[in-house]
């Protein structure tokens, strides 16, 4: 069974170079590549009534839409590589999911992309990758 | 044609209302003759006491369900206090089902509708009237109502409608309607139709036009008396934005800043309590004895016992059926989860918000006390206040008595409790009103002008027997519910039963 890296994937320009450089990475050791997309979500956020009624339906929609016009084509180019790809996508803590299934799939690494926002915007938000890095389970590749 | 229809007849109303005061006075006077006589023998019905007491029927019939239930399901709200906490907390939630709605957003929109006046006014009421011994009564009945709650959200997720597109709709008429015909019970659907007419009353009623009026009191107790109309129309186009207009952000401020004022409320009132430790035991001394003896309380024991049951369900609506509305449109595979996580309700909100509420009444001395015989002073059927306080104005003084500013807070958390309660009710009404009339955009969108329109109506002018009659029909709700609930509860044992079961034999594990 060849390796698996995961792929953090959010359709950012940071994360396609990430995606870039894991092909390139794959290709060499033989490894397959999952394809992860989050859809940041808290369970303890608060929401009106008629928010809780569509919910099912949206979530539905929101799936179908990360689907189509995200991961998708991703999957598709990754494999016109020659890199074998499947794809999860996931509600939750982005860093926390990712994390997550890089252990349940034990993944041998996982690729992330990093933005580079200003160190204000670090300093009030941080940063996904930062964070990845402190997480991670496994080890963490950070593509500028 | 018909939008058209509707707006002419929106722009007449505003009109009406916007016209000179003096007209609206007139205006005021007639509504309330009209209705009065119209409505009184409905609300003294509703409201009438026990021949030769005092007791409100309404009052035992809502304890009497709350004791039925306790005992039918053998003190569940004890046995499964540690098990809805863990659901809360998403121990049982299967993060692939992450992203659906869980049971803590259910939990705090659901407690969104019923924390708000009856918390802060409703004990203080209670308090004034009945003495420290009505709070005990009052968590007693909050902690019954437990088992109510229970039951009725129990059977809103299970006999809800799902649709084609996952949108779904549920609650007592719901269940009512489906629950009897699967039990080959008659008169299902005629109890169905009755519910959502009070529902629908009680919607524009209490969860409508009692707060717009409580709201605009606060305001203009703080920055002078204005026409109540002015509060309304700023009400009606903020409701009317978030339920027409689909703002959503609006509304998720609120119910981000509704759950932070209520942690505030019951953060200053443990300060208070620290700050006054050498009482506390003092305080729950006079609760117990208030209790059982009245310590001379107008009406003795039966008042302090009447006030506090009273208060308790008008503040966390247990038995009413309006909670089986909100947490019916929770994704779940087992009903019963929404049932336990439903059973925390009354207690947050009887019997711990309200509880500081009474205790912070007492502690700080705002209930006078003779000094020669070391009972409350009674005057005129309540206790005499530090200042002759009631209602808000009461808990108000209370805290004050600690931080000068808290009037301030206490204002801005009942004008947000009362457009949150709002938003709840606009949704339970509507829920009735498409079980009646059936669902669709131009019939959702008629009901909810219709509310906006009584926004404005329940700020601008002091119509009592509207209140009393809108009151009284959040209460004729209850009458048609537990009704429901009697027939339907070996239904919820069940449940209870097969899903105990499994979670005793781990077929349903914990994911945390």
């Not at chain 1, 580079?116 to 496994?138: D, R």
Request: glycine share 12%; net charge neutral.
């Amino acid at each position: 069974m060849s390796a698996k890296y995961v792929v953090a994937c959010d359709g950012s320009k940071a994360s396609g170079r990430a995606l870039k450089f894991a092909i390139e990475q794959a290709k060499s050791s033989g490894a397959s590549l999952l394809l992860v997309h989050v859809l940041e979500w808290s369970p303890y956020s608060f929401l009106t009534p008629e928010e809780i009624e569509e919910r099912h339906k949206r979530r539905n929609e929101e799936l179908e839409r990360a689907k189509t016009a995200l991961i998708d084509p991703l999957v598709e180019s990754t494999r016109a590589e020659g890199v074998e790809a499947t794809s999860i996508i996931r509600y939750g803590h982005v860093t926390e999911t990712i994390a997550d299934i890089a252990e349940k799939e034990a993944a041998k690494q996982i690729f992330i992309g990093r933005t580079g926002h200003s160190n204000l915007v670090k300093i009030v938000f941080g940063s996904v990758a930062a964070a990845m890095a402190q997480i991670a389970p496994v080890p963490c590749t950070i593509v500028p | 044609m018909k939008k058209n229809k509707l707006l002419a007849g929106v722009t007449a109303l505003g009109l009406a209302v916007l016209s000179s005061s003096a007209l609206a006075q007139s205006v005021d006077e007639t509504v309330n003759q009209m209705f009065s006589s119209a409505t009184g023998w409905f609300v003294n019905f509703i409201f009438s006491p026990f021949p030769g007491t005092s007791f409100p029927w309404i009052v035992a019939w809502l304890v009497v369900a709350a004791t039925v239930f306790t005992l039918y399901f053998g003190f569940i709200q004890f046995r499964a206090f540690k098990h809805s906490i863990s659901l809360v907390k998403g121990d049982y939630s299967d993060p692939n089902d992450a992203g659906e709605v869980s049971h803590f957003q259910a939990l705090a929109t659901a407690l969104s509708g019923t924390v708000g006046l009856g918390n802060i006014a409703g004990v203080a009421v209670a308090v004034g009237i009945g003495g420290p011994g009505a709070t005990f009564w009052m968590i007693l009945a909050g902690l019954m109502g437990m088992a109510s709650k229970f039951t009725e959200c129990t059977l809103g997720v299970k006999y809800r409608n799902e649709y084609a597109d996952g949108t779904v709709s549920g609650g007592p008429m719901y269940y009512l309607t489906k629950g009897f015909a699967e039990r080959g019970l008659p008169g299902g659907r005629f109890l169905a139709i009755l519910f959502s007419v009070f529902c629908i009353l009680g919607a524009l009623g209490g969860g409508n036009m009692f707060q717009a009026n409580q709201a605009h009191q606060q305001i203009s107790g703080i920055v002078g008396g204005y026409p109540g109309w002015i509060t309304g129309l700023v009400f009606a186009g903020v409701v009317f934005a978030v339920i027409v207009g689909g703002l959503k952000s609006i509304a998720r401020v609120t119910e981000k800043v509704v759950p932070f004022m209520g942690i505030l409320y019951v953060g200053a009132a443990i300060v208070i309590l620290i700050m006054n430790y050498d009482k506390i035991g003092w305080a729950f001394g006079q609760i117990f004895a208030g209790a059982f003896t009245g310590l001379g309380v107008a009406g003795g024991l039966v008042g302090a016992l009447i006030q506090g049951f009273k208060r308790a369900a008008f503040s966390n609506e247990a038995g009413v059926g309006s909670a089986a509305i909100a947490h019916s449109a929770v994704r779940t595979k087992e009903p019963i989860t929404e049932g336990f996580v439903s059973l925390l309700e009354p207690f947050i909100d009887t019997v711990v918000i309200c509880t500081m509420t009474a205790l912070v009444i007492i502690i700080t001395g705002q209930l006078l006390v003779d000094p020669a015989t070391g009972l409350y002073l009674v005057e005129g059927g309540r206790i005499v206040t530090e200042g002759g306080t009631s209602g808000v104005g009461l808990t108000s003084a209370a805290f004050a008595n600690a931080f000068s500013w808290f009037p301030y807070v206490l204002a801005v958390a009942v004008i947000l409790f009362a457009f949150s309660t709002m938003i709840s009710w606009s949704y339970y009404g509507l829920k009735a009103w498409t079980y009646l009339f059936g669902e669709g955009k131009s019939k959702e969108i008629t009901f909810k002008v219709i509310f906006c329109i009584f926004v404005v109506i329940g700020a601008a002018a002091n119509l009592g027997p509207v209140i009393d009659f809108s009151d009284a029909a959040i209460f004729a709700m209850a009458v048609v519910n537990i009704i429901g609930l009697y027939c339907l509860m070996p239904i919820v044992k069940r449940e209870l039963n097969s899903y105990l079961s499994r979670l005793k034999s781990g077929e349903i594990k914990k994911f945390k």
